[in-house]
């Protein structure tokens, strides 16, 4: 008799038998598996190499094939607008309706990143339940000095029902416009008098320090009157 080993896809021994020459050996253990990345998960398709007779000792090593995983993420630009977009883990690729005709645009990048345009300064945050809190995104790179914005997305929004939201800086609102209402809200907020939702808090928060207060609205009542734009980051004032 001859030893069969059985390997699965993680490389540790699934079974170990004897089998006589000239019999054909015949796994009959549980389905083997391999542990899924972050990235793929894996499929038993068969044993490597093809199993015959048995004339010497053998190893049979299971096969997979790989899927990569998805997630479907919902991408929000300023006025609400809502697509839904498929997202890699591994690229970050937005296979559907990333592009929108309201003033943002999301594109994706080769190397895992993606960008954000919009011609005013604005928040992205991102929010993996359902929208009840948001976190801001800072972008690492200004791609081409234009107002298009270079992120990566966070573990975090890799999952699904994830979304990945836009909102003007200022716009407290969110209603894609910054105006007087705005600042207005923003002193509501300081006194008490208001609540803001998370997204809204990212956008009324114009200097970046955590707190919505008289600051923040001073700085809103001096951009809708035009005599500023909000810079896209904080380090850019």
Known sequence: KYTVTWVDGNGDTLKTEQVAYGETPSYTGA???KAATEQYTYTFTG???AITSVTDNATYTAQFEESEITYTVTLRNYTGEETRATVKVGDV??????NNDTGVEMTTRYDG?????CEIACVVAWSADGGLTFNRMIAVEDEDNEGTYVFTLPEGARAEGAIIAVALKGDLTLDG????TDSKQAQRYDVGSRTLTS???LAADVNVDGEVDSTDAKQIQIVEVGKKKFPWNKEEE
Do not use: A, Y
């Open 93 to 98: 690729e937005f296979d559907n309706g990333s």
């Open 31 to 33: 389905t083997p598996t």
């Open 199 to 201: 997204l809204q808090f």
């Open 177 to 180: 416009f910054v105006d007087s």
């Open 47 to 49: 044993w490597s190499p």
């Open 113 to 117: 990143k993606f960008t954000v345009s």
